[in-house]
């Protein structure tokens, strides 16, 4: 398995030279030195020019993609009136109002993959903080699970795959990397001009 994945590895090597690609002439290039027999995943990296220290500079939010990803997310939305109608007619998995918000905050029940809010909600699904947190699963209007237009939401939540970044930084970032092992984070995503510099991480990731 080792040798036929270096094999492949060093295929797609050969594919590509070491500079710059426009992204049509990259998407092309990637589809041509697809060797797995699983669907494979790509990188993009964004230079965002951003500063995740400050709350208003923190990225995150839903990208839509143009052939969804294979799979269907379990929407719950918690709203009121007619809103929950149009939440299970627009596909969503569970739906409801107070009561829907007691058997999380009781249950600790978390049996969907995202929770959509009205905001007249809103303020009782803030005692469902301690339960959603941790799981990343609190209705937020920046990640569009705190919605009016419910149907849409909902739809969006399926179409959707969430983004966004947690750690940002340049060299320090590294050397944090290096010195202390630190690895709090499910990918890295570098910049063509960081390359030489996360090259020395090798040991660590």
Do not use: C
């Amino acid at each position: 398995m080792a040798k036929r994945s270096s094999k492949n590895i060093a295929k797609a090597r050969a594919l590509v030279e070491p500079r710059p690609y426009a992204l049509s002439d990259a998407v092309p290039l990637l589809q041509k030195a697809k060797y797995a027999k699983f669907d494979e995943t790509v990188d993009l990296t964004l230079r965002l020019g951003v500063d995740p220290r400050h709350a208003d500079q923190m990225v995150r939010g839903t990208v839509v993609l143009p052939h969804g990803l294979g799979k269907t997310k379990i929407v719950a939305v918690i709203a009121s009136g007619d809103k929950i109608k149009d939440a299970e007619a627009a596909g969503a998995e569970f739906f409801g109002g107070e009561e829907l918000v007691e058997k999380i905050q009781k249950e600790n029940w978390t049996a969907f993959d995202a929770l959509i809010s009205t905001p007249d909600m809103m303020k009782s699904v803030g005692r469902l903080g301690k339960v959603l947190g941790p799981k990343g699963l609190m209705p937020n209007p920046k990640t569009g699970t705190v919605a009016t237009d419910v149907a849409a939401a909902v739809k969006e939540i399926k179409a959707a795959e969430e983004a966004g970044a947690e750690f940002f930084g340049g060299e320090e970032l590294v050397e944090k990397i290096q010195k202390e092992g630190w690895t709090a984070f499910d990918a890295l995503i570098a910049t063509p001009d960081m390359m030489k510099s996360v090259g020395r991480l090798g040991k660590v990731l």
